[in-house]
């Protein structure tokens, strides 16, 4: 009897061992298919987001445009602005733990500008063709939190970002707070607005109203997105790997400038606002890699250059610039390291 029981008590081991095995692999497996369907979901979601893609690169090239500059309130010259930029950006995820998220981006731009037919108002001021490249880097982090308050679905987001052309230093420092409320989220359309506050030396404003609103027209299976203030546009899908999407999607440029010139600041910042409208037509080449390209029209804002530590209203350049017609050609991947 005693050997009996030693027996089954072995084989009661041996059954909680494979049992206890078993039940490991099927969570381990539930886990690999609830992170996949995660990871799938959150794919979905940046093919209609690109800012949510874990990383972008992209090459444009925008034609001659008309640009009229001014120096300390008297015109300088004119003449015809081509640029070719290239730009990219890398999401990476950091930290993720409960309804906490904390993310890192690094981004890289350059831009070469090429002016020609120029007519200069100044007789110090060469009309020798103008050419000039420059390129900045940024480094931000971002810590995000949903909550709910009286059952109403909230998030926060607090971040920090630092903008350079230089490895020993951060030439700009800013920081953003946000706050965003869902109001509506069902089938075809969803909804959510908030507030961004930002604080950085050069903002025009200290805070923008952000509204979010989706929906989809399913006789047509078109999209509509408007992210104000950054984008209104429609994306219609014509197969599982293959869509366009039409609109204008705002943006901008900072650069840093060290002039030799003893009448102006030494180090100071050119800036502005831009919008492109036009068509984009992307292809999902892979599980994870998008091919793009885009065209339309390109337009800005005037262009402002002023002292690094003083008010972008406190100017001492400025120029007008034409629209322009624009190419771009691009390379995106989706979310493959983690949840974002």
Same mark, same amino acid.
């Given at each position: 009897?005693?050997?009996?029981?030693?027996?089954?008590?072995?084989?009661?081991?041996?059954?909680?061992?494979?049992?206890?095995?078993?039940?490991?692999?099927?969570?381990?497996?539930?886990?690999?298919?609830?992170?996949?369907?995660?990871?799938?979901?959150?794919?979905?979601?940046?093919?209609?987001?690109?800012?949510?893609?874990?990383?972008?690169?992209?090459?444009?090239?925008?034609?001659?445009?008309?640009?009229?500059?001014?120096?300390?309130?008297?015109?300088?010259?004119?003449?015809?602005?081509?640029?070719?930029?290239?730009?990219?950006?890398?999401?990476?995820?950091?930290?993720?733990?409960?309804?906490?998220?904390?993310?890192?981006?690094?981004?890289?731009?350059?831009?070469?500008?090429?002016?020609?037919?120029?007519?200069?108002?100044?007789?110090?001021?060469?009309?020798?063709?103008?050419?000039?490249?420059?390129?900045?880097?940024?480094?931000?982090?971002?810590? @995000?939190? +949903?909550?709910?308050? !009286? %059952?109403?679905?909230?998030?926060?987001?607090?971040?920090? #970002?630092?903008? /350079?052309?230089?490895?020993?230093?951060?030439?700009?420092?800013?920081?953003?707070?946000?706050?965003?409320?869902?109001?509506?989220?069902?089938?075809?359309?969803?909804?959510?607005?908030?507030?961004?506050?930002?604080?950085?030396?050069?903002?025009?404003?200290?805070?923008?109203?952000?509204?979010?609103?989706?929906?989809?027209?399913?006789?047509?299976?078109?999209?509509?997105?408007?992210?104000?203030?950054?984008?209104?546009?429609?994306?219609?899908?014509?197969?599982?790997?293959?869509?366009?999407?039409?609109?204008?999607?705002? @943006?901008? +440029?900072?650069?840093? !400038? %060290?002039?030799?010139?003893?009448?102006?600041?030494?180090? #100071?910042?050119? /800036?502005?606002?831009?919008?492109?409208?036009?068509?984009?037509?992307?292809?999902?080449?892979?599980?994870?890699?998008?091919?793009?390209?885009?065209?339309?029209?390109?337009?800005?804002?005037?262009?402002?250059?002023?002292?690094?530590?003083?008010?972008?209203?406190?100017?001492?350049?400025?120029?007008?610039?034409?629209?322009?017609?624009?190419?771009?050609?691009?390379?995106?991947?989706?979310?493959?390291?983690?949840?974002?």
């Amino acid at each position: 009897m005693k050997y009996k029981t030693l027996f089954y008590f072995h084989i009661l081991i041996a059954a909680c061992s494979t049992a206890n095995a078993q039940t490991a692999r099927k969570a381990a497996a539930i886990k690999r298919m609830t992170d996949s369907l995660t990871m799938e979901g959150l794919s979905a979601f940046a093919m209609r987001y690109p800012q949510l893609r874990q990383a972008y690169f992209a090459t444009d090239f925008i034609g001659k445009a008309d640009v009229k500059a001014e120096l300390n309130g008297k015109d300088l010259y004119e003449g015809k602005m081509n640029m070719t930029r290239i730009r990219s950006n890398f999401n990476v995820p950091i930290s993720n733990w409960g309804k906490n998220v904390v993310t890192g981006t690094i981004g890289y731009q350059q831009q070469h500008f090429k002016t020609t037919e120029i007519k200069s108002y100044d007789p110090r001021f060469s009309t020798a063709d103008l050419s000039e490249t420059k390129s900045t880097v940024s480094l931000s982090a971002s810590f @995000g939190r +949903s909550d709910s308050i !009286f %059952n109403k679905l909230i998030f926060y987001g607090l971040g920090i #970002s630092g903008v /350079t052309d230089e490895l020993s230093s951060i030439k700009r420092l800013n920081y953003i707070g946000s706050i965003s409320v869902p109001i509506k989220r069902n089938e075809t359309s969803a909804l959510t607005i908030g507030l961004v506050v930002i604080i950085d030396p050069s903002a025009i404003i200290p805070a923008v109203p952000i509204v979010s609103y989706w929906h989809k027209y399913k006789a047509s299976n078109v999209e509509l997105f408007i992210d104000f203030p950054s984008r209104v546009v429609l994306r219609k899908q014509f197969t599982k790997k293959t869509w366009a999407t039409v609109g204008s999607e705002l @943006g901008g +440029s900072l650069l840093f !400038f %060290n002039l030799d010139q003893p009448s102006l600041p030494r180090n #100071s910042i050119y /800036t502005n606002a831009e919008v492109r409208t036009g068509l984009t037509f992307e292809y999902l080449v892979t599980k994870k890699l998008i091919l793009g390209m885009s065209g339309g029209l390109f337009t800005t804002t005037p262009s402002r250059m002023f002292d690094r530590n003083d008010k972008p209203d406190d100017y001492f350049f400025k120029a007008k610039n034409g629209s322009a017609p624009y190419l771009t050609f691009s390379v995106s991947f989706l979310p493959f390291l983690k949840k974002l």
